[in-house]
């Protein structure tokens, strides 16, 4: 039997990339799931749909916190719950790679409203409803990067710092109804617009090969093992955890 029947999750970030490949897979696992970015989530919705997935899309800006409680509250109307919480939005692809002292202030600004006060205003969102039913799933992405101090993108690996140190910190503020908060710190993976800037990100793709135990490149699908374990109940006594999945590159 499908390991997420009767659970009901949301997926920010997810109209493409990583995010859109979270929500399938929460989908086909039995979750009725809710993809929501500030991209239109049509074409994602549409195909997992056509599959035979329970979803609704919906556009979120995740700094905004009305438009954070607008999507759980609609996740609810839509399904009756929101158990599990994946926090995927983030300023990423998109970043240029650049040296700390060519970033400015507003750039620092707007990484970390995304990134960090992104995932708070999702949490806070969505908490009051676990807490209802006594139990709920959050798993927040962060990155392999704040292990190994990857260059050039220092308001990055800060926002995604915060989100680790967020987790820990979330994960003793809940315990006791029952909510569980864990993270998923990918290395080095092959997304949508990841792939379609290989060429500009030559620097990345050979250091995460060359310093993996295992020695291939990373794809999106290889973060799902983590993420239906830790949306599952298989991962109740588990929390406060940071699970890295990157080929072996970072050892913790
Ligand atoms: N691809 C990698 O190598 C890698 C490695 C480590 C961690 N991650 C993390 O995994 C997640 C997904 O990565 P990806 O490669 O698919 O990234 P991506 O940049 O392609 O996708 C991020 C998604 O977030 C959305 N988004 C941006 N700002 C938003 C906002 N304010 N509100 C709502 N949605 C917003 C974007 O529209 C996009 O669909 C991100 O959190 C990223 O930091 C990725």
Redesign the pocket.
């Known amino acids: 039997m499908a390991r997420l029947t009767g659970k009901t999750a949301i997926v920010?970030?997810?109209?493409?990339?990583?995010?859109a490949v979270y929500a399938k897979a929460l989908a086909q696992e039995g979750a009725k799931v809710c993809l929501?970015?500030?991209?239109d989530t049509a074409p994602a919705v549409d195909a997992i749909r056509e599959a035979g997935g329970d979803v609704i899309g919906m556009e979120?800006?995740?700094?905004d916190m009305d438009a954070c409680e607008a999507m759980v509250a609609e996740t609810v109307s839509a399904f009756g719950a929101a158990d599990i919480m994946v926090t995927?939005?983030?300023?990423?692809?998109?970043l240029k790679r650049r040296s700390f002292l060519e970033i400015d202030g507003d750039e620092w600004d707007k990484v970390m409203s995304?990134?960090t006060r992104?995932v708070f205003n999702c949490v806070k969102a969505a908490a009051p409803e676990m807490k209802k039913k006594g139990y709920g799933k959050i798993i927040n992405?962060?990155?392999?990067?704040i292990y190994s101090g990857v260059p050039l993108m220092l308001h990055?690996v800060a926002s995604?710092g915060a989100v680790d140190a967020m987790t820990k910190a979330l994960a003793r503020e809940l315990g006791g109804d029952g909510i569980t908060v864990n993270t998923i710190?990918?290395?080095?993976?092959m997304?949508?617009?990841?792939e379609a800037q290989r060429d500009n990100l030559e620097f990345y793709v050979n250091l995460s090969l060359n310093s993996r135990a295992v020695k291939r490149e990373q794809m999106p699908d290889d973060l799902l093992g983590a993420l239906i374990f830790l949306a599952s109940p298989e991962s109740d006594f588990v929390t406060g955890q940071a699970i890295v999945v990157d080929g072996g590159m970072i050892m913790h």
């Open positions: 920010t970030g997810a109209a493409q990339g990583i995010g929501s970015d500030i991209l979120t800006d995740v700094t995927n939005a983030a300023l990423f692809a998109a995304i990134n992104g992405i962060s990155s392999s990067t990055y995604k710190a990918p290395g080095f993976t997304s949508d617009q990841i």
